[in-house]
């Protein structure tokens, strides 16, 4: 089955500065690829995805991109913010009804 | 608001006894999930179902049991026989190929 490998497990940045976390999936045929935040206390919630007939994708302060040839996949968020505090999770997907399988997420911690 | 809804948030429980989480969602999604998370672990899939009267285990199933005899609804138990139950638990569902939609979580506590 997939393998999603996620590092680094934890991240420390000061406000302002950049963030950059990486995945790697074991599996060509998955397609595609979600990142979700989880907050204290709370469920994860869907920040963005990308699928495999793309290769970068934004939102903001967010970005995603995807190297298919070696099966890796980024996150990247600038200027971060204390509110960016969060684990982030990665995960990949065959797609259709094919569940996601996930990293192990990765403690981000925004010092002001 | 549409959404998932957990149940209890916190619940704490004596070692042998079974207990079951709820469940909750007015989304109209077919598929529903359930995973468990510890830390450093990430999400390990329990439970899931495709569809009503239907459910498949996932990768860590021994020692949970779940029905789904609602589309709304698809409560799991955590049966005595799960050795390390103290854990958080979620509940997720989805539409299709949708992405996955969480709930916010159970935390269970036995001691």
């Known amino acids: 089955g997939e393998n999603v490998e996620q590092h680094p497990s934890t991240l420390s940045v000061q406000e302002g500065d950049s963030a950059v976390i990486k995945c790697t999936y074991s599996?060509?045929?998955?397609?595609?690829f979600p990142w979700y935040k989880q907050e204290l206390g709370k469920g994860p919630q869907l920040i963005i995805d990308i699928r495999s007939n793309v290769g970068e994708k934004k939102d903001q302060r967010i970005a995603v991109t995807l190297n298919k040839t070696a099966k890796h996949f980024s996150l990247h968020i600038t200027e971060t913010q204390p509110e960016d505090s969060a684990v982030y999770f990665c995960a990949a997907s065959k797609g259709g009804s094919y569940i996601p399988t996930f990293g192990r997420g990765t403690s981000l911690i925004v010092h002001p | 608001d549409g959404g998932i809804t957990q149940s209890p948030k916190y619940l704490f429980r004596k070692e042998g006894q079974n207990v079951t989480l709820s469940c909750e969602q007015n989304l109209n999604h077919d598929a529903m999930y359930w995973y468990r998370q510890d830390p450093g672990q990430g999400l390990r899939l329990i439970y899931y179902s495709q569809i009503v009267n239907d459910f498949q285990k996932g990768d860590i199933a021994e020692g949970y049991s779940v029905s789904r005899e609602k589309k709304e609804s698809f409560p799991l138990t955590v049966t005595s026989a799960q050795k390390n139950p103290t854990a958080f638990y979620l509940c997720?569902?989805?539409?299709?190929?949708?992405?996955?939609?969480f709930g916010n979580g159970t935390r269970l506590t036995v001691t």
């Open positions: 599996d060509s045929a998955s397609n595609y």
């Open positions: 997720a569902s989805r539409f299709a190929d949708s992405p996955l939609h």
